[in-house]
């Protein structure tokens, strides 16, 4: 359960013409490292180590650099670069460049890269240079929630425990839910909302796991909270405190994945029964919260879609509705960054991010995402083994087949190697080779022939044994009592002679 | 003139009805059914079917996006490639020669047979998996299916949908006698409905009134259809069905009247909204001589007729989507009350019927006998008959044989398989010739095998089951037979593939037999130890006594009882002690 990380992030810090700030130590090009540590637990360190190559820019960056607006030059320099995954480059622009606007001093790019407004001297620009990394790989508390079963219960934020777990795959489940098919015929069309803006992303993620997107409609599935009626607004209000229990009974109609052991997010569309629309969920505050959705950590969200009244009150039943699928598809997908931890928080106010547009998401994004889940799976691998080796520890006489072996050395393999290329900074390799890590151990771990229960407790034996043992220890221990008895009397008797 | 005018309306409504709405058309169905028949000895069947049809094909694996059809069932066909699948999980035991043929029957406890997708590689592979996955979601435990109860059936078991071959290696029978059944197999089936048992006909599954019942069967059959009557692509069906049979004199004190509120203490109140078809039907053809129909209340919306496995039948249709019906009362209550307490004649013997008991004395050798009756007064037809035995009885083939009337029998097909201990069963397939108005006898003697005392069930001494063993043949039909339009005839006249117009399918199930094998005492091996380890231990006592004991001659001491005694006489006496 030792681990000592080190994370390498390959830097280029590009300086356009007129930016170079004259305190360099060094003329350009040059480099160097800066190394920090994060602190996780006294087994676990972790280091960050940003490996920085000063230069300046070539003529062709020059030129893309010339461009209109910031975006205009992001995607020229796009073409520029062979970024590989988890490398970033920052291009220092001039303090009066007219590409990035009005208090604006940094702007992050769709791919991997940065522009930064010059200005100050070498040591502003490096503090600007730390934030922009830590916005673009990771900081020290994605990477205390990617340990966080390592860390102490109260040092996590309330967030951290909200990310999915790293695994090999996830299953989507979008559900329609409607309790009340009497009333509303409720048609949505999933398969095109899916095609069009749920799948550009997971394209993208298919990198990180794989992915499969399903979905259902459930009739008569009703949340487990009856809504309480607000006469000034009549409407239905879910208060925020009660929205805990409004999962439970539905989960049991969602069905289970039977074909695969991935985790399941749940997406549910929750259309109101005629008697109980509209419904509004109300935040902390009792202010009605405006997507009209909530997430559940680690498990998914829950969307609350009223169905307009009819005009006229004869409007014969059920009454047809054709769902909005970009306003739901709006919700999910954000719940769903959500769920992979991907927000934007915490972000300085000069700071600008492109929006990453139809694909969902950036590239720095999904190596973000690859940063928090190798180190994941590093620490998963290495908690997995160690169970494995506490269960082996504790059955003496456990037989280790030769197939579980190989998988236990493989997994140590692949992890030292996931390890040994996060030092060299090729988080791609890295995180292939923690994913194989992750399969050899788990695979390991849950061979039927390691199975606990197979084995006679030593304890159970002693007690068969038990009137062998017994009538055998009675001679013994009268024999023992005599002795004693004897000894004592010896000591007695010589007193008695004085 | 306003009056036509508002029927009119009245029509086009109906027209439109709750079906596909006006945006995109559906491509899935729901149709629901019940079908009560009134039994012979105050006893009455009730049959639900309901049966979902998607337009669409599953083994694709691009189609993920599910309405009606639930989704567990979906995946599990488009992951595993399966073709078809027919689960059936059924308490007690259909008696054909009392209650006649039953619409579906199903062997006692658990049957699972799956065709397989020519795809598929690893067909034992896909088949573990499946019965694994089937056992999470029907709360069975077909998890206990393996090789040693599988069979490969040749003959028995056709495709009953679409197949474009019927290799039989792609085929995997399995039975669980022991299996029982109850409520929680019952509410994930349940789950599985559109409407849950939340409206329709599937308000009146309440569990603690089906499992208070003579018969429980519930069924699954997925299988691949023609989408239309040029079948140049495939649709998807699932039917869903559920038979129980309620002794109404028993519980009726004494009364053999019926009705839908006694039965199920829920009466229908309307059709599941998403079910483009919902209808009861109610059996009401004549019982006595006179050939009255029965009467049932409140009156039927209409009345069908149908030649149902050669027979010709009466049915009182209940259309739950006709608004005409919700009119007078709010709910549906069928009822039937007999006319004359001895209506209820007997019932004409059915054609096939078939009967297997276990003989023989002592734990060594016994005999399994199987009779199978042909009633038909002037037809003769063959009989597919399938036997699972499994492997610790060891079966003796050369003493197998066939009597009819007296005479040989000599079956025209044989398929036997020989049991492999601890691998596979063994697996008999004949096909019988039965003449007409004769009782055929099949004996076959055994051996009892002796197993190894981890393998005995829990219950040992309860004996051991042999699965039903599996009758299908096409029976003559007495009466001619029309050619029926299968979407619109009740219930299970599609399900099976009719052939002509002068026979029909029926495939029956004999008894579970309940073998006793040898059983040893469980406790002898700790009894062994317990006399063992006291023998050695009181050697050990007495040995180690000897070794350690000290020998050393002892002073004589002051005079023992008799000596006392006198002291004491001898001071009473005054007199000096010794």
């Known amino acids: 359960a030792c ?45 960050s180590r940003y490996e920085t190559v000063y230069r300046s820019t070539t003529a062709r960056e020059e030129a893309a650099l010339d461009a209109a607006t910031a975006r205009e030059a992001d995607a020229a320099l796009h073409l520029l670069q062979d970024a590989s995954v988890g490398s970033l480059t920052v291009y220092v622009v001039p303090e009066t460049s007219p590409l990035l606007p009005q208090g604006v001093s940094v702007y992050v790019g769709k791919h991997r890269s940065a522009l930064v407004r010059a200005g100050g001297d070498l040591a502003a620009l490096r503090t600007r240079l730390q934030q922009l990394t830590q916005v673009m790989s ?48 409720v048609d949505w069309d999933i398969e095109d909302a899916v095609n069009r803006y749920v799948q550009p992303v997971l394209d993208k993620l298919s990198l990180v796991a794989n992915f499969s997107v399903d979905s259902q409609i459930l009739y008569y599935a009703v949340l487990g909270v009856t809504p309480r009626f607000d006469k000034e607004s009549s409407s239905f209000l879910l208060s925020a405190h009660s929205l805990p229990h409004v999962i439970n009974p539905v989960e049991a109609r969602l069905g289970s994945s039977a074909a695969s052991l991935y985790p399941v997010l749940n997406f549910l569309l929750y259309v109101p029964e005629r008697s109980h629309s509209p419904l ?66 915490e972000l300085p106010p000069e700071f600008l991010l492109e929006s990453p547009g139809n694909e969902g998401l950036a590239d720095w994004e999904l190596d973000r995402l690859l940063w928090a889940h190798t180190v994941e799976n590093i620490a998963t691998v290495s908690t997995t083994l160690t169970s494995l080796a506490q269960l082996l520890d504790k059955i003496g006489n456990i037989v280790i ?15 030292q190697r996931a390890m040994a290329e996060l030092a060299a900074g090729h988080l791609h390799s890295a995180f292939q080779a923690s994913r194989e890590a992750v399969t050899s151990s788990e695979r390991a771990f849950f061979d039927p022939s390691l199975l606990h229960l197979l084995y006679f407790p030593d304890d159970q034996k002693f007690a068969i044994y038990i009137p062998l043992f017994l009538p055998m220890a009675v001679p013994i221990l009268l024999s023992l009592a005599k002795i004693i008895r004897e000894t004592r009397q010896r000591k007695k008797e010589p007193t008695k002679m004085d | 003139g306003g009056m036509a005018a508002e029927l009119l309306l009245l029509l086009l409504l109906l027209a439109a009805g709750p079906g596909p709405g006006p945006g995109r058309a559906q491509r899935d169905a729901l149709r629901e059914e019940l079908l009560l028949s009134p039994l012979p000895a105050g006893d009455v069947a009730a049959t639900f079917q309901f049966r979902t049809r998607w337009d669409a094909d599953l083994q694709r694996g691009e189609v993920s996006h599910y309405r009606l059809f639930p989704k567990a069932l979906g995946r599990l066909v488009a992951a595993l490639g399966v073709r078809e699948l027919h689960l059936a999980l059924t308490q007690g035991f259909w008696r054909t020669q009392a209650w006649g043929q039953p619409p579906l029957q199903a062997p006692a406890g658990a049957e699972l047979w799956v065709w397989f997708q020519p795809t598929v590689t690893d067909v034992d592979k896909a088949w573990k998996e499946l019965s694994n996955i089937l056992s999470g979601i029907f709360c069975a435990s077909l998890n206990f299916i393996d090789s040693t109860n599988t069979v490969t059936p040749t003959a028995s078991f056709k495709p009953l949908g679409l197949a474009n071959g019927t290799d039989h290696h ?19 089936w349940k789950k599985l409905l559109p409407c849950g048992s939340k409206a329709g006909l599937a308000v009146l599954l309440k569990a603690e009134r089906l499992f208070h019942s003579s018969y429980h069967s519930q069924a699954v059959h997925i299988r691949p259809v023609c989408r239309d009557a040029s079948c140049l692509a495939v649709s998807w069906e699932l039917r869903q069905t559920l038979t129980v049979v309620f002794d109404t004199f028993a519980s009726g004190q004494g009364k053999k009247d019926w009705s839908l509120f006694k039965m199920f203490s829920r009466t229908l109140t309307d059709a599941c909204p998403l079910a483009s078809q919902s209808k009861v039907y109610v059996d009401i053809s004549p019982k006595n001589k006179e ?66 008991y276990v003989s023989g004395y002592g734990l060594q050798t016994g005999e399994i006998s199987t009779l199978i009756y042909n009633t038909h007064p002037y037809r003769a037809f063959p009989v597919l008959l399938l036997e699972t035995v499994p492997w610790y009885l060891r079966l003796y083939v050369h003493t197998l044989t066939i009597i009819t009337k007296g005479k040989e029998n000599k079956p025209s097909y044989i398929h036997y398989q020989p049991a492999q201990d601890r691998r596979r069963p063994h697996l008999l397939e004949m096909l019988i010739q039965l003449p007409a108005n004769s009782i055929t006898k099949i004996t076959i003697q055994f051996e009892r095998a002796l197993l190894k005392w981890t393998e005995y069930t829990p219950d040992p001494n309860h004996g051991f089951y042999v699965g039903s063993s599996v009758l299908s043949a096409l029976v003559p039909s007495v009466i001619a037979m029309k050619d029926v339009d299968e979407e619109q005839s009740p219930l299970f006249t599609s399900l099976f593939p009719s052939s002509d117009g002068s026979s029909y399918f029926v495939r029956l199930y004999t008894e579970p037999l309940l073998v006793n094998l040898p059983t ?20 050990y006592g007495s040995f180690y006594n000897l070794l350690t004991r000290t020998f050393h001659v002892e002073e004589p001491s002051r005079g023992g009882l008799a000596k006392r005694l006198a002291n004491i006489i001898r001071k009473f006496r005054g007199v000096p002690p010794l």
């Not at chain 1, 079963?149 to 090999?168: I, N």
């Not at chain 1, 997507?291 to 039943?317: C, D, K």
């Not at chain 2, 792609?170 to 994930?188: D, G, H, K, S």
């Open chain 1, 3 to 47: 681990a000592q990380l080190q994370l390498a992030v390959p830097v280029a810090v590009v300086f356009a013409p007129g930016s170079v700030s004259g305190d360099l130590p060094r003329p350009l090009p040059f480099g160097d490292v800066q190394e920090t540590e994060i602190a996780v637990n006294q087994r676990t360190s972790v280091t």
């Open chain 1, 138 to 185: 990771f900081t020290a508390t994605s990477i205390a929630a990617a340990l966080s079963d390592r860390v102490p219960d109260g040092q996590l934020g309330p967030d951290a425990r909200r990310h999915l777990k790293s695994s090999l795959g996830y299953e989507i489940t979008f559900s329609l839910l409607n309790p009340d098919p009497k009333s509303h015929d």
């Open chain 1, 280 to 345: 509004y969920i109300q935040d902390k505050d009792g202010a009605p919260v405006p997507t009209n959705a909530f997430h559940s950590p680690r498990w998914g969200g829950i969307m609350v879609y009223n169905v307009e009244a009819p005009a006229s009150p004869q409007a014969s039943l059920p009454l047809h509705v054709d769902v909005d699928m970009v306003r739901v598809m709006e919700v999910f997908l954000a719940q769903l960054r959500l769920l992979f931890g991907l927000s934007w928080e």
């Open chain 1, 401 to 415: 087949k030769d197939d579980v072996a190989s998988e236990v050395y493989q997994a140590v393999a692949s992890a």
């Open chain 2, 170 to 188: 792609l085929l995997r029978y399995a039975v669980l006698p022991r299996e029982v059944v109850c409520t929680e197999n019952l509410t994930p």
């Open chain 2, 291 to 356: 050939k009255e129909l029965l009467e049932v209340s409140p009156p039927p919306t209409s009345v069908h007729e149908a030649v149902v496995q050669g027979d010709k039948r009466t049915y009182a249709v209940y259309d739950l989507l006709s608004p005409l019906l919700f009119n007078t009362s709010r709910s549906l209550n069928v009822q039937l009350k007999w006319q004359r307490p001895q209506d209820s004649s007997e019932l004409p013997t059915p054609v096939l019927h078939a009967q297997r």
């Open chain 2, 520 to 539: 040893p005492d469980f406790s002898m091996p700790y009894n062994v130890i317990c006399l063992t380890c006291t023998v050695v231990a009181v050697c």
